[in-house]
C-alpha cells in the first residue's frame, strides 16, 4: 500500500479546511473547518504510523490525544458561539471586531 | 534604680513619647476617651520620670553629664547615641515634660477646628520627643535631629488648626490670597529650616575638623583653642543664625507673632514654652562652649540685636490690637533678655538667661492658655471689643492680671530675677568686652522693662477692667473650668515658688554655668 | 550734742549695742503675716464672717504690736539684728538672699507702718462697709503693708527693689480699686507706670554699687563706702560709680516719694479710695524713698557727696513748688496730696543735706498727721458723698470729733507749737541753717508759710461758712472716728520725742545703724529760727483766713486772690502732665506705630519679598527651563512613539479571520522560503 494517496487525502481535507476557515462566515462553520484540519493531520499520523511501524506506535496515540483535544475544542469553541450568539443574536464573525485597534 | 541612671530613663523620657504615639495610632478615631486617657498617661510618665531623673541627679556635680549614655549608633560617621544632663539641661528637660502635660490637660476639652484629637494628641506626643530629646542630646547628628524633629508636628499643628482667616499678601501689584494659618505655617517652618541648614553645614564642618561628632569632647578641643580663625568664624556664623532664628532675635524674629498668633492654644503654648528655648540653649550648650574666642568676638554683636529686641519687641506690643500677637511680641522682649544675659558672657548672665528661659516658658505659656481660653469665649482676640473682663470671667481675668504682672518682671515672681541679673551681667560684661556698650544695652533693658510694664497695663486696662461692652450682654460666659484650672495652676504656683525661691533653678545651674564660664573663657 | 561721728555697729564709745534675741530672730514673722494674710483672704475671704477684713486687720494688729515691741526693745537696748536666707546663687561669689534687719530705723518704720497701718485698717472697716469688692480691697491693702514691711526689713538692695515694686503694685491695685471708670485705671496705671520709670533708676543705681563691691548687702555697701574700699572710683556715666550710683538711687527715691518732677502721680492717685491715701501717704508708699536715702546715708556723707546739691535743689523745688499747687486745689483730697509732696520735699532736703535725723523725724511725725487729715477727709467725704470743698462748708457742728481732730492735723502740718510738725520742721530748718544752706532755708520758711496758708484754706472752706452740699451731713460712725482720735493724740505728741535740750530720744533711736556720718543736732531750740518758723505758719494761717473765712459765692471767685498768670499755671499743674501724657502718647503712638510699621511693612517685606520671588523664580525654572526645555526632548520621543502606534494600530482588525489568513500567508511564506533555501 503506498502512502501518496492517503496523504493527497489528508492534503485535500486540509485544503478545504483552511478554505473554510478563512472564507466561511459562520462561526460554527469555521469550527468544523478546524476540525477538518485536525482531522486531515490525524490522518498523516495515522498514516506514517502504518509506514514506519514504529514500536511504540507514537502516531496513533498521537492521533488520539488530538482527537481529545479536538473534542473538547468543540464543547468549549461551541459554548463560546453559543454565548455571543446568545448576546448578540448573530454568528457572523465579521460583526465581532470589538478587538480592533 | 542603676537601669535608670545607666542612660535608660532619659531615653524613656525621649522615646515614651514617641511610643505613645504609636499606640494612639491603633486606637480608632471614635474611641477618643481612650485617645486621650493614653496620652495623659504617657505624658504624666514622662513627667514623672523626668521628676525622678532631678531626684537621681546629683547636685554637687553639676557641671557633669549625668544619667548618660554612650552606644555606637552610626559609625561610618562616627556619631554615637550619646545622652545625658547637667545642670543646664535638667531645668529645662523638666519644664518640657510638665509643660506637654498641661498642655494635654488642657486640651482634654479645648480643641481647635477642625478637632481630630487623635491627630492633634500624636502631634503633641512627637513634639514632645524632639523637644526632650534636644535637652538631652550629647551628639551633634542626635542634637539636629531632634531639634528639626519638632519643626513638622508644630507645622502641621499651626496648618492644620490654626487660624482659618484669609489673608492677603501684598507686594506692590502682586497679591497672593491665602489663609493666615498657611502663611504661618510655611513662614515658620522654611524661617527656622533656612536657620538651620546654615547649622548643620557649621555641625559637618566641625565634625571634620575635630573629626567627632561628640559634644563634650568637642567642648574639650574648643577649650584648648583647636577651633580658630576664619574656620571658626564660620561656623558660629551658620550656629549663630541656626539658633538666632529659633530663638528669635531681631531682625529674624518675624515667624514667631504669625505662627503665635496663627497656632492653636496648644500650639502657641508649647511654641512659647519650650520651641524657643531650644535656640538659646543651643548658644549655651553647643556655640559658647565649643568656640569661646568667636563667641566673645560675636557677644556684642548678640548684645545689641539683643537690646534692640527689647525695645522693639515692647513697641511693637504697644501698637498691637489683637492680643495674641501682644503676647507673641512680648515673647521677643523677654528673649531678649535672655539673649542680653548669653551675651554678656558672664556666670551671672548665663545664669540669667537660664532662668529666664524657664520663667519665660512658664509665663508666657500661660499667657497664651488665657488668650486661648479667651478667644474660646469672646471668639475675637480684638482689645478694642473685649473690657471688662474681670466682671464676665473673673477666674480668668484675675489669673491674667496676676500672670501679666508676672511677665513685666514683678519682683518676687519668676519673670524678674532673669530680667535683674540680665542687667547685672550686661553691667559687668566677661572682660575684655566693650563695657561702654554692654552697659548702653544695660541701659536700653532697663528701659525695656518700663515699656513692658506700659503695654502690659494698656493691655489689662483694656480687656481685664472698666465695664464689659453692651455686645456681651445676654450672652452666657462659663468661667474657667476644671481642667483649665488644674492645666493653669501648677504654673501659678511655679511663678510664685521660683519668684520667692529662685535656688530652685540656680541650685541646678549655678556650679554647671561656672564651670562652663571657667573652661571657655579661663575662670 | 554734737556727734559727727555715730557709730559701725559696736565701735568705742558708742552707744552699748544689743545683738538682738528671740523676739528679733522671729522678726520676720511681721513680714510673712502679711502675705500670708493675702493668700487667706483671697482664697477664703468671701467664706468669713467679715468677707476677710478680720484677718487683714488681725495682721495688721499682730504686725503693730510685734513692731511696738520691737521698737520699745531698740530704745532700751539699741539693738542691732539682721539675718539673711540664700535664695540664689548665681555666680562663683554673688548671693542673693531674703532677709530682715532690725535695728533703729527699720523698727521706727516697722512701728509707723504697724500703727498707722492698723488704724486705716480699722477705719477702712466702717469707711468701705458695702463697697464693691470689699475682700479684695482688703487683700490689696495687706499686701501693701507686706511689701511695704518687705522694703524696710531688707538687708540687700536686691530685697529693696523686690518690696519697692510689689509697693507699686499693691498702690496700682488699690489705686485703680473703682476700675469700672477708666480715669480710675487710669491713675493706677498712671502711679505703676511713674514709679517705673523711677525705678529704672534704681535697678541700675542698686546695679552699680553692688557691682563695686560684689554684694548686694547694704552693710557690705555703705561699709566700703565709707572705708574709701570697692570699685567706687570707676568712672560710670560720665562720672564715678560713687556719685552715679547715688544719683541713680536719688531717682529711684524721686518716683516713689514723689520728687518734682515725677510727683504728677501722687494727686492723681487720690482715685483710689480714701483709706489707701491714707496708708500710701503716712506709712506705706511715698516714704519709702525717704527711708532709701536715711538707709544709704552714708554713701551720700562720704564719697558720693557731690550728688547732694543735685538732691537738695530737687528736694527744694519740690517743697516750695508743689506746695503752692495746693492752694488753687478744690478737692480735698487733692489738697493733701500736694501737702504730702510738699512735705516730702522737706525730708528729701533735710537728709540731702546732712539732717538723717531731721529727715526721719519730720517722716516720722508727718505719718501721724497726714493719715489724720486724710482719714478726716475721708470722714467728711464719707458723710457728703463728694470731694470737692465747693461742696462742703459749715461742717464743724455736723461733724464735731472730725473738725477737732482734722483742726489739730492741720496744726500739726501747719507747724504750730506745740503740735508734731513743729519740732520736726524746725529741727529741718536747723539742719538747713547749721549745713550753710540758708537759701534753702529760706525757701523751707516761705514753704511752711505756704503749708500753713493752705491748710487754713482748706479748713476754713471744708467746716466753716455755709453747707453747699445735698442732703444732710452727719459725724461718722465709731470704727472711722475712732483711729481719728487716736491719730490725733499722737499727732499732738509725737514731737515730744525729739524735743532738744529736753529730750532727743528719737535720735538715739533711729541712730543706732548708722556708719560713719555727719549729723547735726541742735542742743536746744533755736528760738531764732522757731520765731522763724512759727511766725510763717501764723502769717499763713492769718491770710489763709482772712481770705477764706468769709463764704465766697464760687470757688473761682474764693481763689481769685492769685496773680491771674501764675493761677493758669498752678491750675495747669504746671503743665507737666501734659508733658508726661505727650511723651506717653509720642511712645505709644508714632514710635510704637513706627515699630510695627518696620516689623509689618519692611522686615516682613523683605520675607515675604523673598518668598514670592522665590516662587516666582519656581516658576521659571519650571516654565521655561524644565517645561519647555528638559521636558521637550523627553514630550518629543513619546509623542514619536504615540504617532507610530497610532499607524500601525490599523493593522488590528479585531477580525479573526484576517489574523488566521495573515497565518497562512505566513506559513505558506515560511515553507516555500524553506522548501527554496534549504535545497
Known amino acids: 500500500m503506498t502512502l501518496a494517496p492517503i496523504l493527497l487525502l489528508a492534503a485535500a481535507l486540509f485544503s478545504m479546511g483552511i478554505y473554510g476557515l478563512l472564507a466561511r462566515r459562520n462561526a460554527v462553520m469555521v469550527l468544523l473547518a478546524v476540525e477538518l484540519m485536525l482531522n486531515a493531520v490525524n490522518i498523516n499520523l495515522v498514516a506514517f504510523e502504518a509506514a514506519i511501524r514504529d514500536s511504540l506506535a507514537t502516531g496513533q496515540v498521537f492521533a488520539i490525544f488530538v482527537i481529545t483535544v479536538a473534542a473538547a475544542e468543540v464543547g468549549i469553541g461551541l459554548a463560546i458561539v453559543l454565548m455571543i450568539f446568545r448576546n448578540r443574536q448573530s454568528a457572523n464573525l465579521d460583526d465581532f471586531s470589538t478587538m480592533s485597534g | 534604680m542603676d537601669w535608670f541612671d545607666s542612660g535608660w530613663g532619659l531615653s524613656l523620657i525621649v522615646f515614651l513619647p514617641l511610643v505613645g504615639a504609636l499606640l494612639i495610632g491603633l486606637i480608632p478615631r471614635s474611641n477618643e476617651e481612650s485617645i486621650k486617657q493614653l496620652s495623659l498617661v504617657t505624658t504624666l510618665v514622662v513627667a514623672a520620670l523626668s521628676v525622678v531623673a532631678a531626684f537621681r541627679f546629683d547636685y554637687g556635680s553639676s557641671a557633669a553629664f549625668q544619667l548618660d549614655t554612650t552606644l555606637s549608633w552610626i559609625p561610618s560617621i562616627g556619631s554615637n547615641y550619646h545622652i545625658g544632663i547637667d545642670g543646664i539641661s535638667l531645668p529645662l528637660l523638666v519644664l518640657s515634660a510638665v509643660v506637654t502635660v498641661l498642655s494635654v490637660i488642657y486640651s482634654w476639652n479645648h480643641w481647635d477646628e477642625p478637632r481630630n484629637p487623635k491627630a492633634f494628641l500624636i502631634l503633641i506626643l512627637i513634639l514632645e520627643a524632639g523637644m526632650n530629646g534636644t535637652f538631652v542630646a550629647l551628639d551633634l547628628v542626635l542634637f539636629f535631629i531632634f531639634f528639626e524633629l519638632v519643626l513638622l508636628p508644630m507645622y502641621f499643628m499651626i496648618g492644620i488648626w490654626g487660624d482659618k482667616t484669609p489673608m492677603v499678601v501684598k507686594l506692590g501689584s502682586y497679591q497672593l490670597t491665602t489663609e493666615t494659618r498657611l502663611y504661618a505655617s510655611i513662614k515658620f517652618f522654611l524661617f527656622t529650616l533656612f536657620g538651620s541648614a546654615f547649622m548643620l553645614l557649621a555641625f559637618l564642618a566641625l565634625s571634620f575638623e575635630g573629626g567627632t561628632f561628640d559634644i563634650p569632647a568637642l567642648i574639650d578641643m574648643g577649650a584648648s583653642g583647636a577651633f580658630t580663625g576664619t574656620f571658626a568664624r564660620l561656623v558660629f556664623a551658620g550656629m549663630f543664625l541656626g539658633f538666632a532664628v529659633k530663638v ?31 535656640g538659646s540653649y543651643g548658644f549655651i550648650r553647643i556655640a559658647i562652649p565649643i568656640l569661646p574666642e568667636e563667641a566673645r568676638a560675636w557677644a556684642p554683636v548678640i548684645a545689641i540685636l539683643a537690646a534692640i529686641g527689647i525695645i522693639y519687641g515692647s513697641l511693637a506690643c504697644l501698637a498691637q490690637t489683637d492680643m495674641k500677637r501682644l503676647i507673641a511680641f512680648s515673647s521677643v522682649g523677654h528673649m531678649g533678655f535672655v539673649m542680653l544675659g548669653i551675651a554678656s558672657m558672664t556666670e551671672v548672665g548665663i545664669n540669667a538667661s537660664i532662668i529666664g528661659m524657664v520663667a519665660h516658658g512658664i509665663i508666657t505659656g500661660l499667657l497664651f492658655f488665657l488668650a486661648g481660653s479667651m478667644h474660646h469665649r469672646y471668639h475675637t482676640r480684638d482689645m478694642a471689643q473685649l473690657g471688662g473682663n474681670m466682671k464676665l470671667l473673673p477666674k480668668i481675668g484675675g489669673i491674667l492680671g496676676f500672670t501679666a504682672m508676672a511677665s513685666l518682671g514683678l519682683p518676687g515672681l519668676a519673670g524678674f530675677w532673669g530680667e535683674f541679673w540680665s542687667l547685672i551681667g550686661a553691667y559687668n560684661p566677661l572682660s575684655g568686652l566693650d563695657v561702654n556698650l554692654f552697659r548702653g544695652t544695660m541701659v536700653a533693658g532697663a528701659i525695656g522693662t518700663v515699656l513692658t510694664a506700659g503695654y502690659m497695663l494698656w493691655m489689662l486696662q483694656r480687656v481685664n477692667l472698666g465695664e464689659p461692652s453692651a455686645k456681651w450682654e445676654g450672652h452666657e460666659m462659663h468661667d474657667a473650668d476644671r481642667f483649665e484650672l488644674a492645666a493653669w495652676a501648677p504654673l501659678l504656683v511655679a511663678t510664685v515658688a521660683i519668684g520667692i525661691y529662685p535656688r530652685i533653678i540656680t541650685g541646678s545651674t549655678n556650679d554647671a554655668v561656672v564651670a562652663l564660664v571657667a573652661r571657655a573663657f579661663g575662670g | 550734742m554734737m556727734s559727727d561721728l555715730l557709730f559701725r555697729f559696736a565701735e568705742e564709745g558708742a552707744v552699748e549695742i544689743g545683738a538682738g534675741g528671740a523676739l528679733q530672730e522671729w522678726a520676720w514673722l511681721i513680714l510673712v503675716a502679711p502675705f500670708v494674710a493675702v493668700a487667706g483672704i483671697v482664697f477664703f475671704g468671701k467664706r468669713m464672717r467679715y468677707q476677710g477684713a478680720e484677718l487683714a486687720v488681725g495682721m495688721m494688729a499682730f504686725v503693730f504690736v510685734y513692731g511696738l515691741i520691737l521698737w520699745v526693745q531698740t530704745m532700751t537696748d539699741h539693738v542691732v539684728y539682721e539675718n539673711s536666707v540664700v535664695i540664689a546663687q548665681v555666680s562663683e561669689s554673688l548671693v542673693f538672699e531674703w532677709g530682715w534687719v532690725v535695728d533703729g530705723l527699720s523698727s521706727m518704720m516697722y512701728f509707723v507702718v504697724g500703727v498707722v497701718g492698723l488704724l486705716v485698717f480699722v477705719y477702712a472697716l466702717g469707711y468701705m462697709r458695702g463697697e464693691i469688692r470689699y475682700t479684695w480691697f482688703f487683700a490689696s491693702l495687706s499686701l501693701f503693708a507686706g511689701a511695704m514691711l518687705v522694703l524696710v526689713a531688707a538687708p540687700n538692695l536686691a530685697q529693696l527693689i523686690v518690696g519697692w515694686e510689689l509697693v507699686g503694685l ?70 564715678t560709680v560713687a556719685v552715679a550710683g547715688a544719683l541713680l538711687l536719688f531717682f529711684g527715691a524721686m518716683g516713689k516719694s514723689a520728687q518734682f518732677p515725677l510727683h504728677i502721680w501722687l494727686p492723681d492717685a487720690m482715685a483710689g479710695p480714701t483709706p489707701v491715701s491714707a496708708l500710701m501717704h503716712a ?78 523725724f519730720h517722716l516720722f511725725t508727718h505719718a501721724f498727721f497726714k493719715a489724720l487729715l486724710f482719714l478726716g477727709a475721708g470722714s467728711v467725704i464719707h458723710s457728703v458723698h463728694s470731694n470737692n470743698m465747693s461742696d462742703m462748708g459749715g461742717l464743724r457742728k455736723s461733724m464735731p470729733v472730725t473738725f477737732w481732730t482734722f483742726v489739730i492735723g492741720s496744726g500739726a502740718l501747719a507747724g504750730v507749737f506745740p503740735l508734731a510738725g513743729f519740732f520736726s520742721k524746725d529741727e529741718i530748718l536747723g539742719t538747713l541753717d ?101 511766725a510763717a505758719a501764723l502769717l499763713g494761717i492769718a491770710g489763709g483766713w482772712l481770705l477764706y473765712g468769709k463764704d465766697k459765692e464760687s470757688q473761682q471767685a474764693r481763689d481769685a486772690f492769685w496773680i491771674p498768670g501764675l493761677y493758669d499755671a498752678f491750675k495747669a499743674k504746671y503743665w507737666l502732665d501734659d508733658l508726661a501724657l505727650g511723651i506717653v502718647a509720642l511712645v505709644k503712638g508714632p514710635s510704637a506705630r513706627f515699630v510695627n510699621w518696620t516689623n509689618n511693612v519692611i522686615i516682613d517685606g523683605i520675607i515675604n519679598t523673598v518668598g514670592v520671588g522665590t516662587r516666582w523664580l519656581g516658576k521659571l525654572v519650571y516654565g521655561r527651563f524644565d517645561q519647555q526645555g528638559i521636558d521637550l526632548a523627553i514630550n518629543a520621543a513619546a509623542a514619536g512613539s504615540g504617532a507610530a502606534g ?29 522548501v527554496i533555501f534549504t535545497n
Open chain 2, 248 to 278: 528669635p532675635m531681631w531682625p529674624l524674629h518675624t515667624w514667631l507673632p504669625d505662627a503665635h498668633t496663627a497656632a492653636p492654644t496648644v500650639g502657641s503654648v508649647l511654641l512659647a514654652a519650650i520651641l524657643l528655648k531650644l
Open chain 3, 434 to 534: 547749721h549745713e550753710g544752706y540758708q537759701l534753702v532755708m529760706w525757701i523751707a520758711i516761705a514753704g511752711a508759710f505756704v503749708t500753713a496758708f493752705y491748710m487754713t484754706r482748706a479748713v476754713a472752706l471744708t467746716f466753716f461758712g455755709e453747707y453747699k452740699g445735698h442732703g444732710h451731713p452727719h459725724e461718722s460712725e465709731r470704727v472711722m472716728t475712732v483711729p481719728l482720735v487716736v491719730l490725733a493724740g499722737l499727732s499732738a505728741v509725737a514731737g515730744f520725742v525729739n524735743w532738744p535740750g529736753v529730750y532727743t530720744g528719737f535720735t538715739e533711736w533711729v541712730g543706732t545703724r548708722a556708719l560713719t556720718m555727719g549729723d547735726h543736732h541742735p542742743e536746744a531750740l533755736d528760738l531764732r529760727l522757731a520765731a522763724f518758723g512759727t
Open chain 3, 646 to 674: 497610532g499607524a500601525l494600530r490599523k493593522l488590528q482588525t479585531g477580525r479573526i479571520q484576517q489574523y488566521a489568513g495573515a497565518l497562512v500567508v505566513g506559513a505558506v511564506a515560511l515553507v516555500v522560503g524553506f
Open chain 3, 283 to 360: 506709712a506705706t508708699m511715698v516714704t519709702a524713698g525717704i527711708y532709701l536715702m536715711a538707709r544709704m546715708f552714708p554713701l551720700y556723707q562720704t564719697i558720693a557727696e557731690a550728688a547732694r546739691p543735685y538732691m537738695i535743689a530737687i528736694g527744694a523745688a519740690t517743697l516750695f513748688l508743689t506746695g503752692l499747687l495746693a492752694l488753687v486745689q478744690d478737692d480735698i483730697k487733692k489738697v493733701l496730696a500736694y501737702s504730702t509732696v510738699s512735705q516730702l520735699g522737706y525730708m528729701m532736703t533735710a537728709v540731702a543735706a546732712g539732717g538723717y535725723t531731721a529727715g526721719l
Open chain 3, 170 to 239: 499693691a498702690s496700682y491695685l488699690l489705686i485703680s480699686h473703682y476700675w469700672e471708670d477708666k480715669e480710675n485705671s487710669t491713675a493706677g496705671m498712671k502711679a505703676f507706670f511713674t514709679n517705673k520709670v523711677a525705678d529704672v533708676g534704681l535697678i541700675i543705681g542698686a546695679i552699680a554699687l553692688s557691682a563695686a563691691v560684689g554684694s548686694f548687702r547694704i552693710s557690705d555697701i555703705l561699709d566700703a563706702a565709707t572705708h574709701g574700699e570697692g570699685g567706687f572710683s570707676a568712672p560710670l556715666f560720665g562720672s
